[in-house]
């Protein structure tokens, strides 16, 4: 089992920038996947920026070049860098860790799971 908290949102206007944080527990953060998704209201959630265990970064194509997405593993965290935001990045922000198969460190094994964090809200507006 893993747990997520997010931190880092509030009010912020078009311009401006926040940095999202989200603090992982109970298992071995280095073998997951982590991802920040998020969901506007009326809307589907959606992908927002991924970092793999090897610290390859994809992003959605409404976020390149404005937000970057990093990971500690030795302080279990991963941050969300979000510069230049928009109106239309309003939306509750959630975190996300991923283990897409089972992973053994020596005799102990980590079963597949899929795990959020509760969410923080962000709101661009002036």
């Known amino acids: 089992q893993v747990q997520l908290v997010e931190s880092g949102g509030g009010l912020v206007q078009p311009g401006g920038s926040l940095r999202l944080s989200c603090a992982a527990s109970?298992?071995?953060?280095?073998?997951?996947?982590m991802g920040w998704y998020r969901q506007a209201p009326g809307k589907q959630r959606e992908l927002v920026a991924i970092?793999?265990?090897?610290?390859?970064?994809n992003y959605a194509d409404s976020v390149k070049g404005r937000f970057t997405i990093s990971r500690d593993n030795a302080k279990s965290t991963v941050h969300l860098q979000m510069n230049s935001l928009k109106p239309e990045d309003t939306a509750v922000y959630y975190c996300?860790?991923?283990?897409?198969?089972?992973?053994?460190?020596?005799?102990?094994?980590?079963?597949?799971?899929?795990?959020w964090g509760q969410g923080t809200q962000v709101t661009v507006s002036s």
């Open positions: 970092i793999t265990s090897s610290g390859s970064t």
């Open positions: 996300n860790a991923n283990l897409p198969n089972r992973f053994c460190v020596g005799s102990v094994c980590y079963s597949p799971g899929d795990y």
């Open positions: 109970g298992s071995i953060f280095s073998i997951y996947a």
